[in-house]
């Protein structure tokens, strides 16, 4: 792990490792690049209303960092549970005691809102919603040790994901859809890889049914910012190029190429590596910049605010999500 993390590997490495990758046929979701005439206009007639997921980015952070073991992450994780429960068909909630890399004890919350539950084929749909501690790649230093507001680190995810759900719960698809909120994703160390997404992984070993094995998933992680650019994440098209395809082609023809660049980024030690070791093919939406950390500039800083967020970003990135589970 180089020093730019949360997550950040350098573009070579990462390009030698696809490449092998592909060399050695790693295994990918199977995904359907057909839509039937019913599922078209299903796409045509569906509408990801950017002014609420807009709306949910800034009840988040009315909570304040949302840092767990803080007041403000649990009355957050409340309006989470009881938005899903209006929302979803189904709801389960894990509430796991995780260690982080520092030895301490968090009271994690996971959830998971389900669309669909009798349907065999389902989407997984991942966000974390907790900040960071500490404001680490803050350019003032007397403010690294400041916790992270999360607005788009956190809560554009989140609140793309809470968007989706009030679309589906208004207009079933037919595939299944399981909206995943993962907690303690951003407790983690520079030099220790396996210390982030902690609730991702107690999700992976304990999944919210058995036997769980959807057609592939989705991670959106920092979806709200201006200037955004999503461009093909290493790791993702190592372990679900196909995927990766198939979003990107959605994205083009609901006309947001601009933010959904059809070039190679690096890779993200993210909630989507656990999860792909544990045999879910996912990829990772993430807004990737040529700058200092790789990421938004914003990323780990006092300045992931509301005042970073627009909603043309999060348009594009609902939108082209719920275009391309409509076709399912």
């Not at 982080?100 to 996971?110: G, H, S, W």
């Not at 349907?119 to 919603?129: F, G, M």
Request: with cysteine.
């Amino acid at each position: 792990m180089t020093t730019h993390i949360k997550k950040m590997l350098l573009l070579a490495a990462m390009t030698l490792i696809v490449s092998c990758a592909t060399q050695g046929g790693k295994t990918s979701a199977s995904v359907s690049a057909s839509a039937s005439a019913s599922a078209d206009n299903s796409v045509n007639q569906v509408k990801f209303n950017a002014d609420s997921a807009f709306g949910h980015v800034e009840k988040q952070c009315a909570f304040g960092p949302r840092v767990p073991g803080t007041d403000a992450h649990k009355a957050c994780a409340r309006y989470l549970e009881d938005y899903l429960r209006a929302h979803c068909d189904e709801v389960v909630v894990q509430r796991p005691t995780l260690t982080t890399f520092d030895n301490t004890r968090l009271e994690a919350v996971n959830l998971v809102g389900i669309i669909n539950p009798q349907a065999e084929r389902r989407i997984l749909l991942v966000a974390h919603w907790d900040c960071r501690p500490w404001a680490d790649s803050d350019p003032d230093p007397a403010k690294v040790n400041e916790p992270v507001m999360g607005a788009n680190d956190g809560a554009s995810g989140t609140a793309v994901l809470l968007e989706l759900a009030r679309v589906l719960h208004a207009q079933k698809p037919e595939v299944g859809v399981d909206l995943l909120l993962t907690d303690v994703e951003d407790w983690g160390a520079e030099d220790n890889e396996d210390s982030w997404a902690l609730g991702t992984q107690y999700w992976v070993e304990n999944k919210h049914k058995e036997a769980y094995k959807p057609l592939f998933g989705i991670l959106l992680d920092m979806v709200g910012a201006k200037g955004a650019t999503f461009h093909r994440e290493a790791f993702s098209d190592m372990y679900a190029s196909n995927v990766v395809d198939e979003v990107w082609r959605v994205a083009a023809e609901q006309g947001f190429s601009q933010f959904f660049i059809d070039s190679m980024g690096g890779g993200a030690t993210d909630d989507h590596v656990c999860i792909n070791k544990g045999g879910i093919p996912c990829i990772d939406i993430v807004d990737m910049r040529t700058s200092t950390t790789g990421f938004y500039p914003g990323w780990h800083t006092t300045h992931d605010t509301v005042d970073q967020i627009d909603r043309a970003t999060l348009q594009a990135v609902g939108q082209t999500i719920a275009a391309l589970i409509y076709e399912y």
